[in-house]
């Protein structure tokens, strides 16, 4: 897909999405519906969805050489607030070794 059909099926897709969003109020429905939209919308996505952090986990990112952001490496603890400081910091030198 060219950029500029890219950037049309955008525009189709947010105004769907600004039509059917006034059905509901509630923020789960909202996902839901906007997953659903991108992820028929578009051929190439092949998961679509919302991530969201838990007190238990451990988010450090992945980056290049040039600072860009690959990925990240996903912590879990079965024990909420169970990072801290010391976690993240190394972790972060960690991750970092990836690309020295």
């Known amino acids: ?3 500029e059909a890219k950037k049309r099926r955008y525009e189709r ?19 839901a519906t906007i997953v659903a ?4 919308k578009f051929d190439s996505f092949f998961w679509t969805g919302f991530y969201f952090l838990k007190e238990g ?7 290049d050489q040039n600072g860009s952001i690959l990925g990240v490496l996903d912590v879990d603890s079965t024990t909420l607030s169970s990072f801290d400081e010391v ?4 972790l972060e030198e960690i991750v970092g070794m990836i690309y020295t």
Do not use: C, F, S, Y
């Open 57 to 63: 986990e451990l988010v450090v990112p992945v980056t």
């Open 1 to 3: 897909m060219t950029p």
């Open 87 to 90: 976690d993240a910091e190394n």
């Open 37 to 40: 939209a991108l992820h028929h």
């Open 13 to 31: 897709v947010i105004g769907q999405l600004r039509e059917l969003l006034t059905k509901t109020r509630d923020p789960d429905a909202r996902m």
